[in-house]
Nanobody, 116 residues
Framework: QVQFVESGGGLVPPGGSLKLSCVASELSLGAYAVGWFRQAPGKEREFVAARRSAGSIYYTESVRGRFTISEDGAKHALYLQMNNLKPEDTAVYYC??????????WGQGIQVTVSS
C-alpha cells in the first residue's frame, strides 16, 4: 500500500510561517491531482488547496494570498507554504493525491497550532 508521509507541522504564533511536506516514493505526482485539506477541532474536514491534473491551482478563500501549494516531482514531494498564519488556521492538515481508477491516497495528518 502506498504511504504518503507528512512533516513540517508545529506550534507558531499568529503571523508566523510553516511549510508542510508530503512525500510518497511510490507515486509519480504528475499523474495525479494533488491537494491539501484540514480539519479543525469539532469541525468537518475542509478543502485548502489543490493542483488539478490539468495544472490549474485552487485555494479556498480564507487562505488565498497566504498559502502556496507546490511540488517537486523528482522528490515525489508535495508542499504547502503557509504565511501570516492566523488562529483560525489551527487544524490537522492532510495531503491527498488521486486520479480516476486509483483508491486515493492520504497523508497521516499533521498538527498545525497557531496561538491566540
Amino acid at each position: 500500500q502506498v504511504q504518503f508521509v507528512e512533516s513540517g507541522g508545529g506550534l507558531v504564533p499568529p503571523g508566523g510561517s510553516l511549510k508542510l511536506s508530503c512525500v510518497a516514493s511510490e507515486l509519480s505526482l504528475g499523474a495525479y491531482a494533488v491537494g491539501w485539506f484540514r480539519q479543525a477541532p469539532g469541525k468537518e474536514r475542509e478543502f485548502v488547496a489543490a493542483r488539478r491534473s490539468a495544472g490549474s491551482i485552487y485555494y479556498t478563500e480564507s487562505v488565498r494570498g497566504r498559502f502556496t501549494i507546490s511540488e517537486d516531482g523528482a522528490k515525489h514531494a508535495l508542499y504547502l507554504q503557509m504565511n501570516n498564519l492566523k488562529p483560525e488556521d489551527t487544524a490537522v492538515y492532510y495531503c491527498n493525491a488521486d486520479r480516476p481508477g486509483s483508491p486515493g491516497y492520504w497523508g497521516q495528518g499533521i498538527q498545525v497550532t497557531v496561538s491566540s
